[in-house]
């Protein structure tokens, strides 16, 4: 078994990054792309070298090699974890950093044949479903007597800072499946005031957030909202859009248009980066907790990358988790996170 961890789409936003960092603390890492241009021009230093492969011959190449981890940050991760997941042997780990229902299912189901090969995965190591499962894990906190909670409601409220290029065809074929959800997209809209004093407004999005919070919290009357989601369109738009970007010629096409558009450098609109957890119970007892980030994209590459080195230092365990069900709420903490109760 290889000691070298593998990042699936290096060149992107996430990936060039993990693997620039994973590379910093010795370790060997293999950069995968579609470019070898590209990914040589990344520049990282260290125990480093290029595969330049399409999706089969990754796939092939990772089965053959057996790296002690995969990277995949290659989206929509519906299409990719699976394939990735069935493509890695005995003892080779896995993370993504999705942060699509579905795919998280896909890994999650995943678990005893996990756990028969000795092998780990960790679905959405990412700021989202990592950010906002601990915030809850905060509420629920020593509240363990009260039993089950009759709601949850957790908020993703990222603070991006902008970056100058293309958004990239993974990214937007995320969102384009995002907006085929109509009927869970924008509803049950909130005012939120964070800590610092910043009024959003967030909505339901149907995303890994939500399964993940009904995991820790053994309810199923769990709202998963986001500061992304456009609240203020009409309900009737979005239920027109749906089946029309469903449909697997339309999405790709969509896809590949907004892959095209350019974004631009800037800075963050807010100073924090906040997920809210409010959980209730039958006996009328409510408690709020946040999570406070620097950047989402920064704590996203830090809990990305955090993850990884742990499952190639054998610190895990087999089986198929979200990443505070395998390393607890401390693992926000490590990529940065504060957590606040109140």
Known sequence: ??????????????????????????????????????LE????????????????????????????????????????AGPVLDACPPGTHYVDVGNEPDALQEVLDRHDALVATGRTAVGCAGFGVLGTQAALGAALAGQEARGVPSRVRIDAIAALAGEEGR?????????????????????????????DGDSVVTGTLPSGELLAAARLSRTDNVTAASVFVPTGVPAGVLRA???????????????????????????????????????????????????????????TVAAATEVTLRLAAGDGRPGAFTPVELFGTGLAEAAGAVLING
């Open 41 to 80: 021009a990344l520049g990282i230093s260290g125990d480093v070298r290029v595969l330049e492969a399409d999706t089969p011959r990754a796939l092939a190449a990772i089965a053959q090699a057996g790296p002690a981890v995969v990277v995949n940050t290659v989206g929509p991760f519906l299409e990719t």
């Open 167 to 195: 958004l990239g065809e993974a990214l937007a074929r995320t969102i384009v499946r995002g907006f085929s959800a109509a009927a869970a997209l924008g509803r049950e809209p909130e005012r939120v005031r964070t800590p």
């Open 241 to 299: 859009l749906a089946p029309v970007l469903a449909t697997r010629p339309v999405a790709r096409v969509a896809g590949r248009a907004l892959a095209r558009v350019r974004t631009k450098a800037g800075p963050r609109p807010r100073a924090h980066t906040w997920a809210r957890a409010r959980v209730e119970w039958p006996d009328g007892t409510t408690r709020t907790a946040w999570l406070r980030a620097e950047e989402a994209m920064d704590f």
């Open 1 to 38: 078994m290889s000691a070298e961890v593998w990042v699936l789409g290096a060149t992107g936003r996430v990936g060039r990054r993990v693997a620039q960092h994973v590379a910093a603390t010795g370790r060997p890492v293999v950069l995968v792309g579609r470019d070898r241009g590209r």
